[in-house]
């Protein structure tokens, strides 16, 4: 079975510019959070969505949002980008979005903001 | 705030040794616990989780975790402990809303032949 996958793999940006990253959950999976990871640090949760509705959100600037799309899917959307939003972004998508569940990661997307 | 705290930067083993990567969690409530592992620029792979019932968790490659509630913390083991070990691992606690996992640091396990 096909895991989480994001795209693309990487990317270069310039500081202004906007962003959107893409994430395909398991098949099944109905939920799919978003975290930064910054180099040398553990992953810090952005966004969760199930069944398309926002169900949290981290403590990140308005310039982040995302949606959910009815296959489950989602895109998580950086504007005005800045240095600091140089990361790996990953996507993690699990059955539900209940605390029991465990998440599954993708490799991530590498975002450079030069 | 649920959070996780984990002690070492790094942990160094010889290959064949067991290996223990600690994890001391802080949390209101119950705790719902999570280990992962991640290769160099590789997404997070899930490990093993603790939910409720017995104290040892076993988990993928071998692993498994002792979950102690009068210490708070819930450590990654390893029998014998592989090369291919070597990676970076990380505690989790989900939150209480339950959407979201507040990870750790990280700790680096370098296990050498």
């Known amino acids: 079975d096909a895991g989480v996958t994001q795209s693309p793999t990487h990317l270069i940006k310039t500081r202004g510019q906007h962003v959107t990253l893409r994430c395909s959950p398991i098949s099944g999976h109905k939920s799919v959070s978003w975290y930064q990871q910054v180099l040398g640090q553990g992953p810090q949760f952005i966004f969760q969505?199930?069944?398309?509705?926002?169900?949290g959100r981290g403590n990140f600037p308005d310039r982040f949002s995302a949606r959910q799309f009815p296959n489950y899917s989602s895109e998580l959307n950086v504007n005005a980008l800045l240095l600091g939003d140089s990361a790996l972004y990953l996507c993690a998508s699990s059955l539900e979005a209940g605390r029991t569940y465990e998440q599954y990661f993708g490799p991530g997307t590498r975002l450079t903001v030069t | 705030a649920q959070s996780v705290a984990q002690p070492e930067d790094q942990v160094n083993v010889a290959e064949g040794n067991p290996l223990t990567v600690k994890c001391t969690y802080s949390v209101s409530g119950n705790p719902y616990l999570f280990w992962y592992v991640q290769y160099p620029n590789r997404g997070l792979q899930f490990l093993l989780k603790y939910i409720t019932g017995d104290n040892l968790v076993k988990g993928s490659y071998g692993f498994e975790a002792e979950f102690n509630k009068s210490q708070t913390s819930f450590h990654l083991k390893k029998p014998s402990a592989l090369v291919s070990d070597s990676a970076l691992y990380f505690c989790a606690v989900r939150d209480i809303e339950g959407n979201k996992l507040v990870f750790g640091a990280g700790t680096i396990l370098r296990v050498k032949s």
């Open positions: 969505y199930y069944e398309k509705e926002e169900r």
